[in-house]
């Protein structure tokens, strides 16, 4: 579980910004003002994992708030999202604060989930699972993956295929039942032929009975017996 700031003066906005993060992350505490007094209050209190900041607040400058965040030790290298109608103000924040990114109003959804999918399930919650290693027996060694940074993993022409974020690893003489076994909880078998990585779900086509996955063009099959397990309804 993670803890997100969103600094916005516009409730509607904020608002929007709260429900396309629990889109992402259901499980994520969001804090949310347009004050930068309460923002203050709300870093002192817990420990962020991103923030989001308009460039106007209420009552100040959500700059020169993340300015005043890069002096405190704990936020040095925190995820710094600004928001803003004005393009100079994001080169700015970029070059004074080391933003992570910026979204430049009015924000196109798809393209803020991408970048806030990346900061959530390769930030904090790749942190939670940063213990989670999958041994992979390959013939001359032993090959350790970070389970976070698995999509999916196909079984195809007696073999079983780990398809990471980066790249694909063919792993002989191991049944997918076996390797199931060897993961953990975050994944789940949706097909005969694969499992997919549950915090990787872009999108779930019911007509198609397919997943869409991100950083991925591939369209995972959904398999009947396993649909109702994953959907909650049969078919």
Do not use: W
Request: hydrophobic share 40%.
């Amino acid at each position: 579980m993670g803890n997100i700031l969103i600094l916005e003066d516009e409730v509607i906005l904020r608002k929007n910004l709260k429900a396309i993060i629990m889109e992402l992350d259901p499980e994520a505490k969001i804090y949310e003002s347009g004050s930068v007094i309460r923002g203050f209050e709300l870093l002192n209190e817990v420990d962020m994992d991103i923030l989001l900041l308009d460039i106007q607040l209420e009552d100040g400058n959500g700059l020169d708030f993340a300015k005043e965040v890069r002096k405190i030790d704990r936020y040095k290298l925190t995820h710094i999202v600004f928001i803003t109608a004005v393009p100079t103000h994001a080169i700015m924040a970029f070059s004074e604060t080391h933003c992570y990114s910026y979204i430049v109003k009015p924000f196109d959804k798809e393209q803020l989930k991408e970048a806030l999918y990346t900061l959530i399930h390769y930030g904090y919650k790749a942190k939670v699972h940063k213990e989670g290693k999958l041994e992979l027996h390959l013939k001359n060694c032993i090959f350790k993956v970070d389970m976070a940074e698995i999509l999916y993993i196909e079984a195809s022409n007696q073999k079983l295929y780990v398809h990471t974020r980066q790249d694909t690893i063919a792993v002989p003489n191991v049944s997918l039942k076996k390797m199931k076994a060897s993961l953990n909880d975050t994944f789940i078998q949706v097909h005969k032929a694969f499992i997919i990585n549950k915090e990787a779900i872009k999108a779930i086509h019911k007509a198609e009975k397919t997943i869409q996955l991100h950083n991925t063009d591939t369209y995972i099959p959904i398999g009947r017996v396993y649909y109702k397990e994953l959907i909650g309804e049969t078919i």
